[in-house]
């Protein structure tokens, strides 16, 4: 009888197998359960990233525009900053440069003043005085040597200003690079998308980098540099304003001293012309009184000549009547006349002698007072001519450089026109 193999292993039984069926089913709808609430929450959670992420990255698009709007106006207003600074140093250094000029130009009067005291230290005898021009030149050269240290105290001021003002430009320029840096990483970050091919992950890219400041310290930092440059820029206003006044205050003083002492000169040289015109007058005049003097001297000398051979004939005739004979030899009127006439004409022989004498010391008074006089005279002429060459040379004072001509001439046609009578005399004196 054949028979039926069965099988080998465990046997379950119907209501087990209806009731794994029941736990398959049951599990499989759980899972199916459990899978569409996680679906339905990953569903959710990418709505909520999604917009999360977008809104983000609006939020920060737009905290970029607005922080390069904000560094824009900061770059325009240093932009602006810089370029009036760049005015102001322009303008500082041509102010500088004028008076550097100015201080330069005190020169030529300085060297000006300091030839007419020279000049006129060639004075000689009586006519060195301490007159009214020489403290007009003094003076002058006093106002030109405070001219010229108030000139250059402003110069020194305006290179310190300059200074400053450079120090401000730079910490300006610095900041503005560091602006126009920020500008554009930022305009970069703006322009970056997902789809930019230069995007990556970076190591810890949440740190905060070292030297990192807050916005009220980055806005109070351009502010600081912006207002320290306004005040540079003020504080440089109000110097070039007081370098033009000192510029113009100095020119003022030296141009009124110049007037004052060419007043002055001119005065004196007038002086000096009356002078001059008086002892030539004095001169001509002693001159004349000497030709009278010597003729008067001449007659006297022929008058007493005259009166010696007057003399020698009454001498001789009363001696030859000395040798009359006997009774001739009588005191008769004609001796008693000629011998009155003998002592006349000693009486007169001596005044004339005297009187003779006189004259003399009189002549020789006048030829050493003309002497004096024409010593006097040469010493007026040299003065004159010293003071018309201070004024030849304080031309170069009004006329330019490339225009003066020095009036050498300027005493000889003086002279000859008011000193031609002694003019050969006067020019060998002088």
Partial sequence: MATLS??????????????????????????????????????????????????????????LAERIDSVNRWKETLDKCLTDT???????????????????????????????????????????????????????????????RDLQQKVSEAFEQLCLLQEARQQLNFDHRGKMEALEIDRVCSSLNVNSPNISFKVNPTRVPVGSTTPQQWDQYSQYNKDRAEAEMKASTELREAIALTIAQTNNELEAQRVAT??????????????????????????????????DIRRLEEDLRKKMWDLKLAHTRLETRTYRPNMELCRDQVQYGLTDEVHQLEGTIAALKQKLAQSQDALDALYKHLYRIQTDMSYKANSLLLDNKCMDSRRKLTVPAEKFVPEIDTFNRTTNRTLSPLKSRQLELA
């Fill in 6 to 63: 069965v099988k080998p292993g465990q046997r379950f039984t119907v209501p087990d197998w209806h009731t794994n069926a029941n736990l398959i089913s049951t599990n499989a709808e759980r899972q199916r359960s459990a899978s569409h609430q996680i679906r339905q929450e990953a569903r959710v959670l990418r709505n909520e990233t999604n917009n999360q992420t977008h809104w983000d990255e609006h939020d920060n698009r737009t905290r």
């Fill in 86 to 148: 760049d005015t102001e140093i322009d303008a500082l250094i041509k102010m500088k440069e004028a008076a550097e000029r100015a201080l330069q130009a005190k020169n030529l009067p300085l060297d000006v003043a300091i030839e007419c005291l020279t000049l006129r230290e060639s004075r000689r005898a009586i006519d060195v005085v301490k007159d009214p021009v020489e403290d007009e030149l003094h003076k002058e050269v006093e106002v030109i040597d405070g001219a010229k």
């Fill in 262 to 295: 060419e007043f002055a000169l001119r005065k004196r040289i007038r002086e000096f012309e009356k002078a001059y015109d008086e002892l030539k007058w004095q001169e001509k005049n002693t001159l004349e009184e000497i030709a009278e003097m010597e003729e």
